[in-house]
């Protein structure tokens, strides 16, 4: 069944095309955290907690170490903590579990040690993570707190006690509800309190849920957790207990049961007092007890028990609990193939977050409706799963009873809870005969395009000439290594001095119109006869341009004249005084002579 | 409308040949009165200057076989196809398969894709829109961006119960947008990319530098993307394809032999193009895409090469 968590709004606002690919995207999202939670599910998890977080010196404490998902794993060398002994490690101690569901048979193993702890000395201890090896993968538990104290002592000062349940089923959602405090007549000399509850955020076999709502007028108290971390409690009225006036506060977790066994829970503790703030002006005085109370609460087991297989409906999907369900239509007077939202509410002590809602379209009840898509919200308290329906036929009368399969764990029998039967009005299409052929009006359907009836004038085949595109190929690959080999016998063309070379006449023209002195246009042509023959322009200066050309047989005897009597004309014009500039065509001119003759 | 003198042709040839065998697909040369225009005036007969007067025509079976051997055609191929659209129109399917069968083997290009194609029209009506499937797949291989022709395919899969040939999804856009030429325009498409990257190459050799370079690199690139519809082509090619057109409730079965109680290997749903690579009297065999090669019933095979 797709799952789509969509708000009211959000859904009503999306249409056609949008909202189609809205669902598109929820249902992959929804099958992406499908698939990776049972992919995470199968992976193995490292848990690690202590017996309990709080220990009188002389007596040891359990450090429970519990590998699930693996039949192997070693545990990695313990880490050092000044004024603890840890270990030594003994062998692991294995279960299996193995569970037969709707036919399928799968097994779980786990692995667990149990290593004690000895405190030297009386402290606060932080034993850092442990790090265990599995199938060579490094998996590290949280880090763990332990106070040792000298003695235990106002057991009769405080008040402390954890509702649970003695057994739920696998799967079943489950609340622990801790109600604890300390002697009325002690309020003045109480500032502090810790809770030591060294199975809080990791209890194995358990997922923790959403906590129950409180009441908005409550009102809370925060304190300190496992001495590092803070929760909020609520306060509830006072209680008596043996003659006694007890100020009480209230936490509340819920989870749920993950596979069947024991639950463990270790001893917790309340820890409450007065302390020395600390502080003065200059903040120098360290926070420290100066008197300490313990109220302790046993470690007990929750039995987590298997959903039986016998009477197991073909389609149960996961629900655990006790269900109550109520269903609304959105309207029931409609048209054949109008949309129905039918709003369909679970609710109860029930894991209502976690089964699949049941799904129309696979009842034989519903053969008459078109399921258009569901919008799925959940939370603790309820579940609700709009259908969006539409009747494809004008003689249906009701929407049919919506079952889904629940597991009752009072009755410990699988029962069915569904929707009443909804009495609805369907009325057949409004000039739905005039789409037909009734009225003698032909129906528009889709065909094939006609036959083309023409020949297709001067049609020839076409010849396949595979060698072309090859052939071009590698004439313009070996065409462009010899050009390229050609090209650089005499240097890289894309050498600077190269590209000078070819830029000199252009540059010589760019410069020609911006000289306004026979010294500028001299300083021009030399820099174009230096760029052509790779030399410095200086080398141009006052050389003999006949003799030059003779000597390298670079010009013929009439171009080199011209050149040379260029050159003259404008020494002759530079030293003169006047530095009247020449006209730029003539030197251009024996510009290109030059470039003709072969410079 | 240029059909006015084919009618007066048609009819004028048409009286002194007999009927062609619809499965065999041979030559028809006789066919009822079509002598006259629709307004009832004889035409003068003149000949389509699209067609070549009297040439062979070589004759093949509905599995692309040839027949025996060529026959003479008596008559211009403009006077075929007037004589299958005539029967077309007139709702002798038979006889327009026929005639546009016989036209077949005589011309060439966007003229055999045109006459694919009615013979695809002629197959779906006939109530065989496998068998269209296979002329206007046929046909799209000669003329790959035929619109009618993708229309009709795509109708005459959905009636035959197969899925789309153009699924819309971005797989089947690339496979279509590449697939849009032919081979020779492929070929054609290819050599002028190098052609033009050959300028690059020059110049890059020419003048060098990191400009040059560059923009050598990035014809190269364009050179790659012009030869992919050429490469799809050559990946793509078969000798001799064929496509199944067993229906769903009985598809085309393969045999290790062709004998109709040897092993039976692999059931081929009906729209699967393999590649033929024998024949035999009423079997054939093929070879799918995973190299399984069998014998099936020739008749549940259709011949993409025409």
Known sequence: ?599 | MRVLPFFALAGAISLAAPPLDAQTGEVPVTEAGTGMSPSGKIEPAVEDPGYPANTLIETRDRTGTPSSAPIPLARTRGAENQLAVDAYRRGDLESARTHWTALLAAVEGDEKARVLYDLGNTSFRSGAPLEAVGWYTAALRLAPRDADTWANLEHARREAGLEPADRGDLAATARRVVGALTRAESELLAAGSVLLWSVLLALEALRGGRIWRRLVVVGGVLVAVAFLPLLTHLATAADDPVLAIGPKERPLQLRSEPRADAALIAEVPGGTEMERRDALPDWVEVELADGTRGWGRAADVFALER
């Open chain 1, 1 to 599: 069944m797709t799952t789509i968590a969509l708000s009211d709004s959000l859904g009503g606002a999306l249409r056609g095309p949008v909202r189609t690919l809205a669902r598109s995207v929820a249902l992959f999202v929804t099958l992406a955290v499908v698939l990776a939670t049972r992919a995470v599910a199968q992976e193995p998890t490292v848990t690690a907690q202590l017996t309990t977080g709080i220990v009188k010196l002389g007596q040891s404490v359990g450090l429970v170490i519990v590998v699930e998902n693996a039949r192997t794993a070693t545990v990695e060398e313990f880490p050092e903590v000044e004024g603890l002994r840890i270990g030594p490690l003994g062998p692991a101690s294995t279960s299996q579990q193995s569970i037969i569901s709707g036919g399928r048979a799968s097994t779980t193993y786990s692995l667990s040690w149990r290593v004690p702890v000895h405190p030297a000395r009386k402290g606060e201890f932080r034993i850092p993570p442990l790090t265990v090896d599995v199938g060579g993968k490094k998996l590290q538990t949280r880090e763990l707190a332990l106070k040792v104290v000298e003695d235990l002592q106002g057991e009769d000062l405080g008040f402390f006690e954890i509702d649970a349940p003695d057994q739920v089923a696998e799967g079943q959602p489950f609340t622990l509800e801790l109600r604890f405090g300390w002697d009325a007549q002690l309020e003045s000399r109480i500032n502090y309190a810790n809770l030591s509850l060294p199975w809080f955020n990791g209890l194995a076999g358990a997922v923790e849920l959403d906590a129950p709502v409180t009441p908005p007028t409550a009102s809370y108290i925060e304190l300190s957790l496992n001495t590092r971390d803070r929760i909020r409690a609520e306060r509830i009225p006072d209680a008596q207990h043996d003659g006694r006036t007890f100020q009480l506060l209230r936490v509340r977790k819920r989870y749920v049961a993950t596979r069947p066994g024991k639950l463990e829970v270790p001893t917790s503790h309340l820890e409450f007092g007065q302390i020395d703030q600390g502080g003065g002006f200059f903040q120098i005085r360290p926070t420290r007890e100066k008197e300490t109370f313990y109220k302790r609460f046993p470690a007990f087991a929750i039995d987590v028990v298997q959903l039986p297989e016998k009477g197991r409906p073909l389609d149960y999907t996961g629900a655990v609990g006790r269900i109550l369900v109520s269903a609304t239509p959105d309207r029931r007077d409609v048209d054949v193939g109008d949309s129905i939202k039918l709003s369909v509410e679970w609710t109860g002590d029930a894991n209502l977050e976690f089964f699949e809602p049941p799904d129309p379209s696979r009842m034989d009840t519903f053969r008459q409706f078109r399921l258009y898509g569901t919008n799925d919200k959940k939370s603790y308290e309820r579940r609700v799963v709009v259908y969006d329906l539409a009747p494809i036929a004008p003689d249906v009368k009701a929407i049919p009873p919506i079952p889904l399969r629940v597991y009752d764990p009072a009755q410990k029998a699988y029962v069915t809870v569904e929707t009443p039967s909804i009495p609805i009005q369907v009325r057949p299409l409004k000039n739905a005969a005039s789409l037909g052929a009734e009225d003698g009006r032909p129906a528009a359907v889709l065909d094939i395009r006609d036959i083309r009836a023409h020949p297709v004038l001067g049609a020839t085949k076409e010849t396949s000439r595979g060698w072309l595109p090859w052939s071009a190929l590698g004439m313009a690959l070996a065409g462009w290594a010899a050009l390229r080999g050609w090209a650089r016998r005499n240097g890289d063309p894309a050498a600077p001095a190269a590209r000078a070379r070819r830029a000199a006449r252009h540059v010589l023209g760019r410069e020609l119109r911006n000289a306004k002195s026979a010294s500028a246009q001299s300083r021009a042509f030399e820099r174009f006869l230096a760029a052509r023959t790779g030399e410095t322009p200086n080398a141009w200066l006052g050389r003999d341009v006949v003799q030059w050309s003779e000597e390298h047989g670079a010009l013929g005897a009439d171009d080199a004249r011209a050149v040379a009597q260029v050159v003259a004309r404008l020494d002759e014009r530079t030293w003169a005084g006047t530095d009247q500039p020449l006209d730029p065509a003539e030197i251009a001119a024996a510009a290109d002579r030059a470039l003709k003759g072969g410079l």
